[in-house]
């Protein structure tokens, strides 16, 4: 993405390199465990196999895009703002983040929902 966009960056393991910045994505940067949580409370839901599946796909796309757009930020904001990385990698995008699983569980769910006849 960030190749797309002007900069000229290569992947090494786990860093993204540039000749003015670099960032390294560990573990805990990757999504995983919200996208974990994400696929959990799709799988605990009550709602139709063919349901969570959807639920499941979407929650994927949607977080992997997610993070993918928080990686290129990040590498702007180090580049261009390097003194809000800190703050904006730990509180900013990692708030968002968590918002965005619970956002989109919440939509999936909403419409997932069993339907119940009036009482």
Known sequence: MLNA???????????????????????SCTGLFVTGLFLVAVAAF??????????????LVGLFALNVVRLASLYYIGLHWPVAFDSMHQVVWQSLVIAAAVSLWLLWAGRASPRRGNA
């Open 46 to 59: 009550p709602a139709s196999w063919k349901a969570r599946l959807v639920g499941a796909a979407i929650g």
């Open 5 to 27: 966009l002007g900069h000229r960056t290569v992947a090494q393991g786990t860093d993204i390199l540039s000749s003015s910045f670099g960032i390294s994505v560990v573990t």
